[in-house]
């Protein structure tokens, strides 16, 4: 069997694609270009893959950067019952040291045609029963009191920095949702209500077609909102997890 497949046909460009079969059809996942930047993944489904007129629009999936990622390969595990499990496989390229750039591996769900990745920090591959597993994180910062010394533009008001909303619906340009502040530099404050044993914070940025601009942050905690101490300095572009 001979394939092509003229990615120019799945609404102009998808780069480094992954396919795989699921059920009746079958996936691809690539993502736009930005150089070495990461963006957002996006996805289309056939059930015909010699057909170059059957693939479906380009679905974006993850978040505005495939959190920090840029998909290479999608994993298929098989329980002994015949439960098909899915991991995506990306790279996180670092162009400055590429033999250093490591790899992201997260749980990849599939449901007919909808496809979609979240962020799991903690989660089990058995590659001999082919199941994966992890326990839903819960986000204490979600629709908690914010407070910042300057207000956001028009339909991105301080609110919208922990609505728990990290999902890109624009194909190109800046994210869809995110705090867009009128002035430079602000301080932003949530008060979580209650004191927690925090395991991680995570930290998404706006990314425009995945640029190279520069964001710096330092993050202070405190348990009486008076008494402050600096937890650490972020200068990162993309999604950055910290244990």
């Not at 092509?4 to 996936?27: E, F, V």
């Not at 996942?29 to 289309?44: D, T």
Request: aromatic share 14%.
């Amino acid at each position: 069997m001979s394939l092509q497949i003229s990615y120019r046909d799945l609404n102009t460009m998808c780069l480094k694609p992954a396919i795989i079969k699921s059920g009746d059809y079958y996936y691809l996942m690539g993502s736009g270009q930005s150089g070495w930047y990461p963006n957002q993944a996006r996805y289309a489904y056939t059930k015909d893959i010699s057909n170059p007129e059957g693939w479906s629009e380009l679905e974006l999936i993850g978040n505005n950067t495939s959190f920090y990622s840029q998909p290479t390969n999608i994993m298929e595990l098989t329980s002994p019952a015949g439960q098909k499990n899915y991991v995506y496989m990306g790279d996180r390229w670092n162009s400055k040291k590429l033999g250093k750039s490591p790899y992201v591996w997260l749980p990849l769900e599939i449901d007919g045609t909808d496809m979609s990745l979240s962020y799991i920090p903690e989660w089990s591959l058995n590659a001999e029963d082919g199941t994966v597993q992890y326990e839903e994180a819960v986000v204490v910062s979600t629709g908690k009191p914010v407070t910042c010394s300057v207000e956001g533009q028009e339909g991105y008001g301080v609110e919208k920095a922990n609505d728990g909303d990290y999902f890109n619906t624009n194909k190109s340009g800046t994210s869809s949702s995110y705090f867009r502040p009128v002035s430079l530099p602000f301080t932003w404050t949530v008060d979580l209500e209650e004191v927690y044993d925090l395991s991680r914070i995570d930290i998404s940025f706006n990314h425009w077609n995945g640029s190279e601009a520069y964001h710096q942050y330092h993050i202070y905690g405190s348990v009486d909102g008076n008494s402050w101490s600096m937890n650490l300095i972020i200068r990162q572009l993309g999604l950055r997890a910290m244990d």
